[in-house]
């Protein structure tokens, strides 16, 4: 199993011993320094397997998470080794959500002398809490999240900032924020309306914090793939995730870029915006070598497409 | 069973005598003051029931209904003691649709000196219709709309504004404009394609304004529940209600204002809007009350949260 | 079966022998002049038959179908004796997508002194092979697209662009672009997420080009409807567009322009478009000989709505 | 000096004594019934004078005022027999802004039981108030404002609101609200940067809360004309209300639509409104009217366009 | 002076017999086929000289010309030798406006058996209009516009589309259609307030209808250079023009292209827009003949840039 | 003088030696650790002098400055104790902008095996240039720009991302891009046409990259205020900041997100925004200490607010 340092690592001078990770996933007990509630890992050549680790506490995103995050997938964004991400959670559910106890000084006791200013250091704290989400999505290599057991609270909003879903037979997912007294505030009110079909599914849930099992997560949209176990679903993943990586890394790319564009755009701007990008991108050795491939039927795997 | 007058009517000095609505829902057989197309009641605490109640008509949108439907809807929108709304139908079917006949005037022979003049004056009116729905939106109260029997024409663009479905098993549902000629004006083109996820079916539902029953409307996800019969549907959405009525109004009402603002912005500027709204919203007891509910694993029920 | 020469191309004076045609659908053996890709008939009174006829070739794109893809829907945009288009392709398949052979010059090899000069000129190629399918969304008639055996590529691109989708028990599809080395830029991306609801399959789809089949295409809402075979579809397609075109043009034509129109704005601008545009188009006779049909009971089908 | 008594105050069952107004603007010694801080006159046919009227108190912008504003320019949208406004200050200057005093309970002591309902009914005192200046935008009919003497505060949300803005020669601009503590929120933020070509010069004034004096205000656009005095500024006013009174309403009330409109939108979608406008707009008897008074050079003041 | 034949003309198969335009500007004494309504010559070489010329009717707007316009524009979007246009008026003064008395049949008798079809022909007729002068903002070259004597109505939103204006001492403008009984909709509404900084001027235009002189034209900024006469303008427009033309087209015409995006998005969305389209348009020779230019101190005159 | 360093910088354990600084503007020879292009100082409490100091260089903004500006604006903007920040230039002029030597291997030689590739690389270049004068915006904090001599080209992007821009008599501005190339790419074409009122000025200053002088500068609201010398400017500008400096920073930072909000926006967004901003924002002391000083007839420069 290849695994090789992204040179952009090595070029900012950052330190990244990902040596347990090299083993590959199943053997990666715990968090990997200098992470202390990712695991990261290589199981497959161009695929990054990030797990959120902390077993031990559900999975619960604590303050170290909320940085880390941003620090993995801005390195993953720039490391040109890694083409595909599959994120997954280690023990025996995916996330219980927000470490309420662990962030209690940041939501519940805010800094500042009065009102405004308690406001002004509140609104900073849910801008970077966002912020952790939406590194997923400008990191422009498609992410696969596969979920077992429970998804809550802010699991939902990391998982709708995904690219694709898939979860065990036993998986359920909960919008659990109005329970604990606020509106969900980094993420799941903004994606979740935009990743599954029905709104009025989308209300019940936000409204009613109520559970939603794996079947009518599939019937919805909001997963697209069902497996009967965590086992069978990581390696489903993993071999969509190689799948992916097989293909040239400018389409893959640039289609990802393009798609999260075109959410927030109008089709005529979206329709511009993509002509614009791909007036460059299709001047590339990708595509020759790619319709050659095809023409002699062979597998997309076999061919050696430049790092992007 | 509670019912108390919102202060809020009491502090405008208006007069709103409920009293034939306090008996409750399944007592009220008709139209109740000063509303003559809408019943009000208040069947559970903090739940407030609007029955559109022409029942010989069968439930025909006529002039009255447009303009109480504003009045009726700012009301609760005031009314601090209403936390969720249920909207249903009084009598055999949810709604027939406009009152052809009782608004004629307005729309076949509009006013004016010429062209321009009469289209200036069909204009305002769309816009005034167009208002009777969208005041459900505005209203920041979660609105769950329970369907039986047909559901025509202005009931789709109703229904589309309201922020949850659910319908009988006899329930069936018609876009019905094009049938008499027009292009459906007051919300269903705009909202019906984001509220279900198959756009060929949007169109189609509009161009042959077939009928579409309750199974399909289930599997498209129009509405998310369906119940056997109308009695058993009553009961489940006030207990929905009921549900969320219990949970912090703040959270409750928030996540509804910023669903809503999702919907119609991008997902960047949407997380902002977010981040600038729950600034303030997070400096509530009630984010206490509800933690502590949750360690202390009492239902929501039993907590008694500040008015809003 | 009747067929009239559209006003509109006659006084253009263009010279359009669509005379094989008129012999109807099924006797169309090939591509009809003056196109050579598209056969166009007229099989029922007020509704155009377009058909890909390239079948020796899979109904491959080659550089004549871009083009004469925009005279088609731009003749039958001003065509006021067509009210519906049902779109399908001939032979044994919908189609194979883009002839990579025939268009290789452009795609491949573009011109230009320097990288910026080559990129001006892929752009503008991009931006012409979008407009062949934003025409399809220009034409305010409703277009139905007809898919049996496989949609490839260009082909899913072509058909989100359409209205109504149906297909047969044998169809699928495949957005087929990241196997050839680029992200799909004629509006898969940017459509496809708008018409149907789930976003991880969306992102499946596009980054696993992976086939899917009827069953799952009618799940997910991308066709509304499936046929067992090519006949039945044909029949279900015609029908379904006799019926349309039996409406008021003024209604139908309205209803697409707006539904389109509010896909891409917020609700309240789309609202706010639609009674500007019904204040005048209420102003038709069609609404009162709609409504007049209605309580008669008549079918629309006996009612003769002027051209538009 | 004609005056008619608006036919839609009179059919709203309103009491509207204008009496005082009649005899014209200067001898208009203070508020009028039924308002208390707004006179309203008819100085000129078919144009509406409305002089905010608190002399004493600096024209200070009280409770009164706020909701005064929104129901005067509600009527002013509705009354046919109106075409144009003017909108001045009685006494020594234009206006000192909001009423601090009167209005402490308001900003200063909101009501609520946590920070989240204060701030839940902040929200709605600040809508209500940024609807004041807004009602303005939305009344179709051209408001020019009159500026002498003090123009602050709150007075500038006021005129950036307004279409046309003229002054007096001693008259100044002060955006004052930094000095009082807080960003201004009821338009001035939002409209100046639109209304004059110099950003620097807008954040000047918001972070310094400088006076900016006539020559200036001229200078940088705020202002179109500078008079000598008032009484040559009040002249001024008039005499430009009269000539576009005396133009189609039809063909000025667009205009002002649509340019309200197209500050908004993007160059494409304001030309797109604007033909969905005229589409029947242009089916006016005014177009006739104007087009021979043009070609006999007759003025408009001798030709008399129907009501709108 | 140089002349040559655009070759995207002659690729095109199209007889363009600019035969008198050869002789220069100032012997072209009235249309020039095949154009009936626009002389155009190439006065300096890679500058193209657009003029109206129906000196005889003040250059008023008829049919042709509003057909020729889109016409001329295309081709001169594809003609890889020009780089610069330069439009003026042939005659007494720049135009007239809209030519009422030859179009009178297309807006005052428009077609259609009821308002709602005869609403649908006007807007038809008004956006094919609106193209007319939006052709000159999707023409990526720069156009330099010059103005002498009267430009009125259809003559304002000309030159609002245009990229640099220009005047003489003797010009005028006139906003002119409230005066014949229409909201202006060919694009002076939409476009002027974002050509000129004072939105209380553009409204008093706009209402009033009345004229503006140069020095005014100059002030506001809506011309940025006032000459004595127009034969002192047509050299400073070529030499602006040659100017302009000597440099880098891939600059030059990039530079317009995101202004004109950048008009109608955010600043977050050119900016991007901006990145995606200089990824390759850097990738010029340009570049580096002009940097080298710029270090040798030679004037980009004396630099041979590829053809665009 | 008073000179603190800001806790912020220190929190974050960074070492930030402004040792030269604090000795103040005038003193500053050249550039500060650990910044090597840009010099911090604090010349008046609560006010950040930001210095771009490569005088030998003539200002050129060299690789190092890039970055360095988005660290020194990132630590300002978390600054507690700057309240204002004044931007100069050290030396002869303010900038020559972009140093081309410095810099031409990331804009003349990019990385990448294809053309594909390297277009990727060139838009992440790109993309991190832009942010580089994007933080300034970001920073909540007002900049004041105040330039003296040449600014060109880079220097103009910087410029038009400050809030308020000041110069000397001797100043010029130059949008020097096309002259060496391409189209600027850093935020000119972006910002400058929304900071300027005269869009014909904007498109010749972009397409024929020629000078404009002080008073133009002025007459056209590119700067508010010219000053004699340089001298004098940065007395004008610190008076100006000092004044800034006085008032609540409450109301001035919220006044500074509002007014980018603004104008990118619509007015009704932008209201929504303000009033969901200001129901926390209003909630300071800062309001009745100010209101108090008002009263008082008090300077603003005796009131202490808390530190934001």
Redesign the interface.
């Known amino acids: 199993m290849a695994f090789v340092f992204s040179s952009a690592f090595r070029k900012q001078g950052l330190f990244v011993p990902f040596l347990n990770a090299v083993r590959g996933m199943s053997s990666s007990g715990g968090p990997t320094p200098p992470f202390t509630t990712l695991s990261v890992s290589r199981p497959v050549d161009a695929v990054t397997h990030v797990e959120i680790c902390r077993p031990e506490k559900r999975n619960a995103m604590n303050k170290a998470f909320w940085l880390e995050m941003v620090d993995c997938f801005s390195q993953i964004a720039e490391d040109s080794d890694c083409r595909v991400v599959v994120f997954s959670g280690a023990g025996k559910l995916f996330t219980s959500g927000i470490d309420?106890m662990g962030m209690a000084s940041d939501?519940?006791q805010?800094d500042g002398?009065?009102?405004?200013?308690?406001?002004?250091n509140?609104?900073r704290t849910?801008?970077k809490y966002?912020e952790t989400f939406?590194v997923i999505e400008k990191c422009p290599k498609?992410v696969i999240v596969a979920v077992h057991g429970a998804c809550i609270g802010g699991g939902v909003d990391l998982i709708t900032a995904c690219?694709?879903?898939?979860c065990t037979q036993d998986a359920w997912f909960q919008v659990k924020?109005?329970?604990?007294?606020?509106?969900?505030?980094v993420?799941t009110?903004?994606?979740l309306?935009?990743?599954?079909?029905?709104?009025?599914?989308?209300?019940?849930l936000?409204?009613?914090?109520r559970k939603m099992y794996a079947d009518e997560a599939k019937?919805?949209?909001?997963?697209?793939?069902v497996f009967p176990d965590k086992e069978a679903m990581m390696a489903g993943a993993l071999e969509?995730a190689g799948?992916?990586a097989s293909?040239?890394p400018?389409?893959?790319q640039?289609?990802?870029?393009?798609?999260i564009y075109?959410?927030?755009?109008?089709?005529?701007?979206?329709?511009?915006?993509?002509?614009?990008?791909?007036?460059?991108?299709?001047?590339?050795?990708?595509?020759?070598?790619?319709?050659q491939a095809?023409m002699e039927k062979k597998s997309?795997k076999e061919i050696i497409f430049?790092?992007?």
């Open positions: 309420l939501i519940l805010p002398d009065d009102t405004a200013r308690i406001s002004w509140v609104r849910i801008a966002q939406s498609p690219d694709i879903r898939m924020e109005v329970d604990i007294g606020l509106a969900a505030d993420g009110l903004q994606r309306p935009r990743v599954i079909g029905s709104r009025s599914l989308v209300n019940e936000a409204f009613t914090a019937s919805c949209g909001l997963v697209s793939r969509m799948e992916i293909k040239s400018v389409a893959v640039g289609t990802k870029v393009n798609l075109s959410r927030d755009h109008s089709v005529a701007d979206a329709l511009d915006y993509m002509s614009t990008w791909n007036m460059s991108m299709l001047q590339t050795q990708d595509l020759m070598k790619s319709a095809a997309l430049s790092k992007l």
